[in-house]
T-cell receptor, first 113, second 113 residues
Framework: DGGITQSPKYLFRKEGQNVTLSCEQNLNHDAMYWYRQDPGQGLRLIYYSQIVNDFQKGDIAEGYSVSREKKESFPLTVTSAQKNPTAFYLC????????????FGSGTRLTVV | KQEVTQIPAALSVPEGENLVLNCSFTDSAIYNLQWFRQDPGKGLTSLLLIQSSQREQTSGRLNASLDKSSGRSTLYIAASQPGDSATYLCAVKEETSGSRLTFGEGTQLTVNP
């Protein structure tokens, strides 16, 4: 079955560490997205990529980095510069043509310890 | 900047009741509107996708309408069941800004047996 796989499901980060969240899709979608979800704030866009080797900042990109070396993969690195990284992170994908909907992964919960 | 508002923020109903969730958006320049369901600690599941040229979409007990000119959408759930308990999110895909999705903060629905 086609879908989006996020791993790990739970991740713990120590102060000052960088951590990388994985997102893989086998839907042959062109575009991929990373959102952060905090209680009471809804989903906010971190980064998105509409094509391989290209990506754009979203609304809250500071302290995060991404790469898009393959169409199927869009990993997110939470760097030590992100001061409040504890959140639920969701990856999504869609076809590049405008009318398509989004498909989401099951999320990664990141906690700073 | 696009803003999406969902009313009410929370709703508790007895089993069997028909109910309506509301979503409004400030910029009518959208490609489509998508309704999602989110269970606690889980990712988003797409329920219905309405293109900007459409007035409504139906899937089983769910019916979503779209009035693009007035910036409103409703999600109608018929004969609610305890299994419908979840948070419902609406999101609009903008014509500008790289086809990004802008989300409302959701309506938390509880259906009591």
């Amino acid at each position: 079955d086609g879908g989006i796989t996020q791993s790990p499901k739970y991740l713990f980060r120590k102060e000052g560490q960088n951590v990388t969240l994985s997102c893989e899709q086998n839907l042959n979608h062109d575009a991929m997205y990373w959102y952060r979800q905090d209680p009471g704030q809804g989903l906010r866009l971190i980064y998105y990529s509409q094509i391989v080797n290209d990506f754009q900042k979203g609304d809250i990109a500071e302290g995060y980095s991404v790469s898009r070396e393959k169409k199927e993969s869009f990993p997110l690195t939470v760097t030590s510069a992100q001061k409040n990284p504890t959140a639920f992170y969701l990856c999504a994908s869609s076809m590049a043509h405008r009318p398509s909907g989004y498909t989401f992964g099951s999320g990664t919960r990141l906690t700073v310890v | 900047k696009q803003e999406v508002t969902q009313i009410p923020a929370a709703l508790s109903v007895p089993e069997g009741e028909n109910l309506v969730l509301n979503c409004s958006f400030t910029d009518s320049a959208i490609y489509n509107l998508q309704w999602f369901r989110q269970d606690p600690g889980k990712g988003l599941t797409s329920l219905l996708l309405i293109q900007s040229s459409q007035r409504e979409q139906t899937s089983g007990r769910l019916n979503a309408s779209l009035d693009k000119s007035s910036g409103r959408s409703t999600l109608y759930i018929a004969a609610s069941q305890p299994g419908d308990s979840a948070t419902y999110l609406c999101a609009v895909k903008e014509e500008t800004s790289g086809s990004r999705l802008t989300f409302g903060e959701g309506t938390q629905l509880t259906v009591n047996p």
